[in-house]
């Protein structure tokens, strides 16, 4: 399999699909773990990878820091899914994401926030870094 722009496009239109399904199936309003527990569910049935709450381990000059922070769903080690259950979501939240994509070098980043009322239109914002713009398109 080649990585290209279009597969990682591709691959997004899924995991939305997924949170898109989730949302239909619970709604708004639940915590943020119940979501979680039925996305990897609806990973797991479209046939995705995915790594779970994993610690991100930071470099600084060599040396290797464990952070103490977790992110929430790494899909095919490509790209990382933060999930919300919030009335609003802050933008200090899109910044954590975008630092976390940086930190664990995935090309693109979805915040998926399932206490909205569509998750295609206002439930969710992917976001690119330099790693995505520097792979073939097709």
Known sequence: ?????????ELT???IGCAIEV????????????????FLIELTLQGLS????????SDYKGHAID????YDVLV??????????KE????????????YMRMLSVPKGILINFNCNHIFSEGQKT????????????
């Open 76 to 85: 095919e080690d490509l790209i990382l899914t933060e999930l919300k259950s």
């Open 13 to 15: 239109y899924k995991i």
């Open 50 to 57: 995915f790594k779970k709450q994993k610690r991100i381990i």
């Open 23 to 38: 949302h239909k199936e619970v709604g708004p309003g639940m915590l943020e773990k119940v979501y979680e527990k039925c």
């Open 88 to 99: 609003t979501v802050p933008k200090v939240d899109y910044t954590i994401l975008k630092t």
């Open 67 to 70: 952070t103490q922070l977790r």
């Open 127 to 138: 976001i690119v870094n330099e790693l995505y713009a520097s792979l073939p398109k097709e």
């Open 1 to 9: 399999m080649r990585i290209t722009q279009k597969y990682i496009d």
